[in-house]
């Protein structure tokens, strides 16, 4: 006990020296791209105001906390994937010492703008904060995990299709961190990207729609997340 607690420390303490000799560099590079560069977190991160953010969506579903049948009301948690582009954010390694990525607070860099559409929570912005990896490239990777609150069928928009372009690489949502729920079977899941139009607006927007099929352990039926049984077994 007493030598692993020993290896612990060691760790520990490496890290900080490590942490310490990259700080200097560290702190130029800041200064580089938020000064330097003048960096706005405000500002769509493209040169051309008529481009539209090629913005990278993917999904890990994680577990499924809750299916309230009475209510309509599906809980889930998922690690939801953004990558993108931002051409003020780029450096070179070189004259930075041989720093290739960064991570950043999000509350200083620009968010594509992507909420529940239907979420049945009053705090639309409920999530935990994570930092963004961003890379020399310009290349940056915010990863976050959420929980969503919703009527059963739902999807991401509240983006203009003009200004922010989703794209996906697969129509699956990854399963490899997912948790079995001892009362949900999960038969199904995937995702689809759509463009829609509203009533309100005359633009039109994208949709992410992220649809699980699951069963109830303790019945013989099938049950999609709009409230509809599937005869299909």
Same mark, same amino acid.
């Given at each position: !006990?007493?030598?692993?607690?020993? =290896?612990?420390?060691?760790?520990?303490? &490496?890290?900080?020296?490590?942490?310490?000799?990259?700080?200097?560099?560290?702190?130029?590079?800041?200064?580089?791209? $938020?000064?330097?560069?003048?960096? +706005?977190? &405000?500002?769509?991160?493209?040169? @051309?105001? #008529?481009? #539209?953010?090629?913005?990278?969506?993917?999904?890990? $579903?994680?577990?499924?906390?809750?299916?309230?049948?009475? @209510?309509?009301?599906?809980?889930?948690?998922?690690?939801?994937? =953004?990558?993108?582009?931002?051409?003020? !954010?780029?450096?070179?390694?070189?004259?930075?010492?041989?720093? +290739?990525?960064?991570?950043? /607070?999000?509350?200083?860099?620009?968010? /594509? +703008?992507?909420?529940?559409?239907? #979420?049945?929570?009053?705090?639309?912005? @409920?999530?935990?904060?994570?930092?963004?990896?961003?890379?020399?490239?310009? =290349?940056?990777?915010?990863?976050?995990?959420?929980?969503? *609150?919703?009527?059963?069928?739902? @999807?991401? #928009?509240?983006?203009?299709?003009?200004?922010?372009?989703?794209?996906?690489?697969?129509?699956?949502?990854?399963?490899?961190?997912?948790?079995?729920?001892?009362?949900? *079977?999960?038969?199904?899941?995937?995702?689809?990207?759509?463009?829609?139009?509203?009533?309100?607006?005359? =633009?039109?927007?994208?949709?992410?729609?992220?649809?699980?099929?699951?069963?109830?352990?303790?019945?013989?039926?099938?049950?999609?997340?709009?409230?509809?049984?599937?005869?299909? *077994?």
């Amino acid at each position: !006990m007493i030598q692993k607690q020993m =290896q612990t420390r060691l760790v520990i303490l &490496l890290f900080l020296v490590t942490s310490t000799i990259g700080g200097q560099h560290e702190r130029r590079l800041l200064k580089h791209l $938020f000064v330097k560069q003048q960096h +706005d977190p &405000l500002e769509r991160p493209t040169e @051309n105001d #008529s481009e #539209s953010v090629s913005v990278h969506l993917a999904f890990s $579903f994680i577990n499924l906390i809750d299916f309230d049948i009475k @209510n309509n009301v599906l809980i889930t948690k998922f690690w939801m994937t =953004q990558t993108w582009q931002d051409y003020s !954010m780029t450096w070179k390694p070189q004259l930075n010492g041989n720093i +290739d990525a960064i991570r950043i /607070p999000t509350t200083k860099i620009w968010l /594509p +703008d992507i909420v529940l559409y239907n #979420s049945v929570d009053e705090n639309y912005d @409920n999530y935990m904060k994570t930092n963004a990896v961003v890379a020399h490239t310009g =290349q940056i990777l915010y990863v976050s995990p959420r929980i969503f *609150k919703s009527t059963c069928s739902f @999807n991401t #928009s509240s983006f203009q299709i003009v200004r922010i372009n989703i794209t996906t690489s697969t129509n699956t949502i990854d399963l490899s961190s997912y948790v079995i729920n001892n009362k949900w *079977k999960l038969i199904d899941s995937y995702m689809t990207l759509n463009e829609v139009k509203y009533e309100c607006c005359p =633009q039109a927007y994208l949709s992410v729609v992220l649809t699980i099929k699951i069963r109830r352990v303790l019945d013989d039926f099938p049950i999609n997340i709009n409230g509809t049984e599937n005869e299909d *077994k």
